[in-house]
């Protein structure tokens, strides 16, 4: 991912050579200056590269690489337009730099770039109340209508086909609706597994039923 071209695949001739002056430079998740001979519709050619930031930190807990790795996934996915590289480029960076001062509780924050995500691709979601009639009681929140992407509330929930909604507990409904700000939080927020599972499942049918296909989010398998 480069902030000036977008997503770029490019071979590395020779990085596995010993004598390469790159070799052992490539690492996953580390942020690069590179030189590449860009070619069209094929692998442009890694010319230069050397290290600014190799983010080694992301690798000293299991759940921290998944949850770095689960944004790459993420942006492999993804169809970026022009004007948007470098946003979504600071976006992610911004994220890895994030999850090196969090101790615990990754998933939490790849949520609220995966919120991030959604809102700059021009489909935000509204967790602060039922898109339909704006009630403000998260205990009364049925669960997240994709269709009109944010909470829908009990009362509007019996008035819509089953289909268009999923339904939430009362915990996640509640640490969705903090989500945008849960980063000054995090101590006191309490996330259970059954609660990963679900709102994992939100966030991927979400961009599923937004995109028109799969969407996968391998990297979460081990929580
Ligand atoms: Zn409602």
């Given at each position: 991912m480069t902030d000036k071209f977008g997503k770029v695949g490019v071979i590395a001739k020779g990085?596995?050579?010993?004598?390469?002056?790159?070799?052992?430079?490539?690492?996953?998740l580390s942020e690069y200056e590179i030189v590449i001979y860009k070619k069209e519709n094929t692998l442009s050619l890694l010319k230069e590269i050397s290290t600014?930031?190799?983010?080694?930190?992301?690798?000293?807990?299991l759940y921290c690489t998944a949850s770095a790795q689960a944004a790459a996934e993420v942006y492999l996915q993804l169809i970026f337009e022009k004007n948007d590289y470098e946003s979504f480029y600071i976006l992610l960076h911004d994220y890895l730099q994030y999850l090196k001062k969090v101790?615990?509780?990754y998933i939490i924050i790849f949520w609220r770039f995966l919120l991030r995500v959604a809102s700059y691709l021009g489909f935000s979601m509204e967790?602060?109340?039922?898109?339909?009639?704006?009630?403000?009681?998260?205990?009364k929140m049925h669960g997240i209508s994709f269709h009109k992407n944010g909470f829908i509330c009990k009362e509007c929930s019996k008035k819509?086909?089953?289909?268009e909604n999923y339904s939430c507990s009362k915990k996640t409904a509640k640490l969705l609706a903090n989500l945008r700000t849960i980063g000054n939080q995090l101590e006191e927020v309490e996330v259970t597994n059954f609660m990963i599972k679900e709102i994992n499942a939100i966030f991927k049918n979400y961009f599923q039923y937004q995109f028109h296909k799969k969407f996968h989010l391998r990297s979460l398998e081990i929580f």
């Open positions: 990085s596995r050579n010993p004598k390469s002056k790159m070799s052992g430079v490539l690492q996953n600014t930031q190799d983010n080694k930190e992301l690798f000293d807990d101790d615990d509780k967790f602060r109340r039922c898109v339909i009639c704006s009630e403000d009681n998260i205990n819509k086909p089953v289909n």
